[in-house]
Structures are given as structure tokens and as C-alpha cells.
């Protein structure tokens, strides 16, 4: 398995840029797909975005289109979500989420199996 642990998280203000980390532990992190999911208070955990294992597929929602860049180094068993032009409706807590898949970027929380702690992302208007 590859457990994930998010970091990066804080407080920033709108128009701001945040750099999300999701390190992982094993030797296979190219096996596996990863995913960015975030849960605002009161709300359900929603996709932001996602990449396959190979890194040839990825899946934005369009509430971050444009704005927010998911990306892996394999090497490094890290993945990151670049995050620009945060809005303070971006406040919420960010998970990382990973699930065997080297074609696959999963979409939906009931795919992955392993999941981080969470980080905090709050956007000050």
C-alpha cells in the first residue's frame, strides 16, 4: 500500500498561491493513481483533481479548471497540487488520496483505499 500524508496547507489571502505536498511511503507510488479531494464544514468531500500512476491522465473539477495543477514525481513518491487565484470558497480541508491505477484517474472518494490526514487551506477575503 502507499499512505499518504498531505502537507503545505495555510492561510492565505484571495488572488493567493498554495503549493500542496503528498508525500507517500513504498516503492510503487508509479502504480498508483492519486487523487486531490476537499471537505469544507457542513459539505461533502468533493474532487478537486486527480492524475493516473503514469501521470498521462488527469481529471480537473470545474471549479478549479485553470487555476489548480495537479502533478507527481514518481521518483520522489511525492505528489503536489499547485493552487493559484484561491478564492476564499477554496477554504476547506485538503485530502490526498491514492488507489493502484497506472492508466486511471479516479474521481469519486469510494475508489481510493488510502487516504491522509488532511491539511487546512483557508482563503482570507
Known amino acids: 500500500q502507499v499512505q499518504p500524508v498531505e502537507s503545505g496547507g495555510g492561510l492565505v489571502q484571495a488572488g493567493g498561491s498554495l503549493r500542496l505536498s503528498c508525500a507517500t511511503s513504498?516503492?510503487?507510488?508509479?502504480?498508483?493513481?492519486m487523487g486531490w479531494f476537499r471537505q469544507a464544514p457542513g459539505k461533502e468531500r468533493d474532487i478537486v483533481a486527480s492524475?493516473?500512476?503514469?501521470?498521462?491522465?488527469?481529471f480537473y473539477s470545474e471549479s478549479v479548471k485553470g487555476r489548480f495543477t495537479i502533478s507527481r514525481d514518481n521518483a520522489k513518491n511525492t505528489g503536489y497540487l499547485q493552487m493559484n487565484s484561491l478564492k476564499p470558497e477554496d477554504t476547506a480541508v485538503y485530502y490526498c488520496?491514492?488507489?493502484?491505477?497506472?492508466?486511471?484517474?479516479?474521481?469519486?472518494?469510494?475508489?481510493?483505499?488510502?487516504w491522509g490526514q488532511g491539511t487546512q487551506v483557508s482563503v482570507s477575503s
Open positions: 513504498g516503492r510503487t507510488f508509479s502504480n498508483y493513481a
Open positions: 492524475i493516473s500512476g503514469s501521470g498521462r491522465s488527469t
Open positions: 488520496a491514492t488507489e493502484p491505477g497506472i492508466y486511471n484517474a479516479y474521481t469519486r472518494a469510494s475508489e481510493y483505499r488510502y
